[in-house]
């Protein structure tokens, strides 16, 4: 038999053990699995790297070691089932119905190419006339937004962005916002073929009404949804057969404490046949083998699935146990910042998990882009406080208005006073006058 066929058979039959149930996990065991974060820094932007526990990191190197002791055997006896069995986990946290919906990826971003790859062919191919519509949120993710840009519209695609607002009140106002640019799409008989929807946006931050955006795609005719959801798993309720798209992508190191860089690509097993990016030994045999092997690399971030599983649940109520108490954190943290500043959150809390926008004092002067690098850098180097920062433009006829929002994180190592931190900081620079004009690139 070719070697390479070996590789990530996914009829393999690997059941997962149930694990002994540990003890419910101490604060100060909390602070120990977090001991290697710098002690410097109020780290209040977990939303952009995530985290990951020591004893994550140690499971991991264990794996690294096993691969670099006797590669070969690694490749041959080891890799296959070790990743079939991070993917049967993670099929049934998400509810997928069957297991080869489920391949590992590098990130959310790769995930991305793969989708709008397949998409580009049908362009090239002529499957899809050009100038046929690919419908995506104006507060896309900007990696999503150059994929966009290198796939669809190089291939003929033409692409409209649902124009959200920001702040926002309800999800009334997004749902109103994506029918205008749905029924946009549709104009002069167009063909919508993909959407392309965002479970949690970045910047700035909103939970989406996923599920009714789906629903309204599914009854206007676009052919298929792709949910980018790279915030989701262990900040949100995630489950495939609730949402019902046709791929959904979320990253496992930002918000489900696995290293870097892995997420899972789900794919609706009757949507279509997606391929790698990458082409290797394995290309034709379905996407979750051909990720599974793209050529020697470091695939230990892959094989901890089962060990991050057993550290969630030492948490009261596991991961959404985690989440609830992240969303109340922040939600609270938010609320005290806003009342500091006199300004407000960018969204209602149902409207936010892990991560809220807070409004930032309209005298700091925010004005632009440029403006949000300089002082986030200003907070790092003077303050130690590492927070992104978003910039808002004024409409017509806004004057002295919030035009600057920080994005706040909380994961289960935060403490209160890195929110203070922030706090402070921010009054000093308003105490002192300091505005970003006056900031040095």
């Given amino acids: 038999m070719d070697p390479h066929q070996e590789n990530g058979n996914a009829r393999h039959n690997n059941g997962v053990k149930k694990q002994k149930l540990a003890s419910l996990i101490s604060e100060e065991e909390i602070r120990d699995e977090f001991s290697h974060h710098s002690k ?14 020591k004893s994550i990191i140690k499971a991991q190197r264990k794996w690294q070691m096993r691969f670099l ?36 990826v590098d990130n959310a971003t790769t995930a991305a190419a793969i989708v709008l790859q397949h998409f580009a062919w049908k362009f090239n191919e002529g499957i899809y006339g ?10 896309a993710y900007g990696a999503v937004k150059k994929s966009m840009e290198a796939y669809v519209s190089r291939a003929g695609g033409h692409v409209i962005e649902v124009e959200l607002p920001f702040p926002v009140n309800s ?37 989406i009404p996923i599920k009714e955006l789906v629903k309204i795609c599914r009854e206007e005719g676009v052919e ?18 609730e949402i019902g798209a046709d791929f959904y992508t979320s990253n496992l190191y930002k918000w489900f404490f696995c290293p870097p860089s892995v997420a899972f690509l789900y794919s609706k097993k009757s949507s279509c046949q997606l391929h790698h990016p990458v082409v290797s030994h394995e290309y034709g045999n379905g996407l979750a083998i051909e990720s599974a ?32 108490r992240n969303h109340e954190a922040v939600v609270e943290m938010g609320k005290m910042l806003a009342d500091a500043w006199d300004t407000h959150l960018g969204s209602p809390p149902e409207m936010c998990t892990s991560m809220v926008m807070v409004g930032l004092p309209a005298c700091l002067g925010i004005s632009s882009d440029l ?7 200003h907070l790092r180097e003077s303050f130690k406080v590492e927070v992104p920062i978003y910039f808002r433009p004024p409409k017509d006829g806004e004057v002295g208005c919030v035009t600057g929002y920080a994005r706040i994180s909380h994961q289960v190592y935060n403490r209160i006073e890195d929110y203070h931190v922030f706090r402070d900081a921010i009054n000093k620079l308003v105490v002192d006058g300091v505005t970003c004009e006056l900031l040095s690139n």
Wanted: aromatic residues 8%; contains cysteine.
């Fill in 171 to 207: 999800n009334d106002e997004i749902v109103s916002a994506f029918r205008k640019a749905l029924m946009r799409g549709k104009e002069s008989g167009r063909r919508v073929r993909l959407a392309v929807i965002d479970h949690i946006t970045s910047m700035p931050c909103v939970l």
């Fill in 224 to 241: 298929q949804v792709f949910v980018d959801a790279a915030h989701a798993i262990g900040c949100t309720n995630v489950d495939m057969k």
């Fill in 69 to 104: 002791e006797q590669p070969d055997d690694f490749y041959f006896n080891t890799l296959k089932p070790s990743i079939l069995t991070s993917r049967t986990l993670i099929k049934s946290l998400v509810n997928a119905d069957h297991i080869d919906e489920i391949s590992l």
């Fill in 130 to 139: 050009k100038g046929d519509v690919v419908l995506m949120l104006h507060y």
């Fill in 293 to 324: 092997w793209i050529g020697t690399r470091d695939y230990s971030c892959q094989f901890v699935v089962p060990s991050v599983l057993g550290f969630v649940n030492r948490f009261e109520g596991g991961i959404v146990g985690i989440m609830k």
């Fill in 371 to 377: 403006d949000t690098l300089k002082l986030r850098k």
């Fill in 40 to 53: 410097q820094i109020s780290r209040i932007n977990n939303g952009s790297f995530g985290c990951c526990p």
